[in-house]
């Protein structure tokens, strides 16, 4: 009794918008604050490393093509790379600040896995417009943490990473398994359901 | 001496307050947003037509999402944020 795809990537957009949500309350009152809370520490790379896990099922699952599964395991380990870098960092296991640089590497590999396993044009169909638009997304994005990292202080760049997810779950909650994108539906997708 | 160490300290927590303001609003724009987007797409809230649909549509409808997220973050999150962030800027002044 698996769930529809569409279903499955409304259950992450409401993952991203919670962890938006707390990025852009970190952003707004700074990290100090934010941090003075052992719990409030922990919850966006404990999200992102149980995203992580939780991609994994997704992987094994949703089996509908090889490149699809790679793209799956791709986001899985890039998103356990984060939260695992991250609880290291908040934790004090890790002290380089070198670690932050996974982010902007998690995003990049994202970014470059959306759009290599969609393979229809833009607007073959709204699954495929969704997957080139997060796909962009998230390399334009991947300057946001690079910025972070070499400016920890600056509203600028943490307020701009807390607006990709928000960004992005907006973009799940748009996903249907087969819809027209702008009134273009092409006729190799099949009848909009 | 003291009325103007009163107004200093006041001064200081109007110019702080707009933080305030605005982690205060979050949750309350994100259900608001899941609000509006389930009067206009009715036919998202699959709980108002339950024997047309499957379990997963039920069980996930992301209108309903949207205003829990709004909720749970409000509720959960942003109480304890706003006294810790009340506290630094006491500090702070």
Known sequence: MEPPAEVVHWMFGVGFL??????LAE?????????RRAW??????????????????????????????LAHSAWAQALMLVGGAQ??????????SMWELTLPLALLVSGFAFLIHEQNPWFFSRAAFLHHAIGWTLLVAAIFPLGQALQPRR???????AMTWIVVAVMLFCDRDLAPIFGHLSKFAGGPR | ???????????ARIRHSWRNTAVSALGPLTALAGLVWALVQPYRITLLDPDKHSFWYL????????????????FWVV?????DLEEAEERAT
Do not use: N
């Open chain 1, 40 to 69: 409030r520490a922990y919850i966006w790379p404990g999200i992102a490393f149980l995203m992580g896990v939780l991609m994994w099922p997704v992987m094994v699952f949703y089996t509908s093509s090889a490149i699809h599964m």
């Open chain 2, 79 to 83: 109480p304890g944020l706003l006294s």
């Open chain 1, 155 to 161: 509203f600028a760049w943490s307020a701009g990473f």
């Open chain 1, 18 to 23: 919670f962890l938006g949500l707390c990025l």
């Open chain 1, 27 to 35: 952003a707004i009152i700074g990290r100090e604050v934010w941090r």
């Open chain 2, 1 to 11: 001496m003291d009325a103007e160490l009163v107004r200093q300290g006041a001064r």
């Open chain 1, 87 to 96: 609880l290291g960092l908040v934790r004090g296991k890790l002290r380089s």
């Open chain 2, 59 to 74: 069980a996930v409808q992301p209108p309903l999402l949207v205003m829990l997220v709004g909720a749970l973050f409000h």
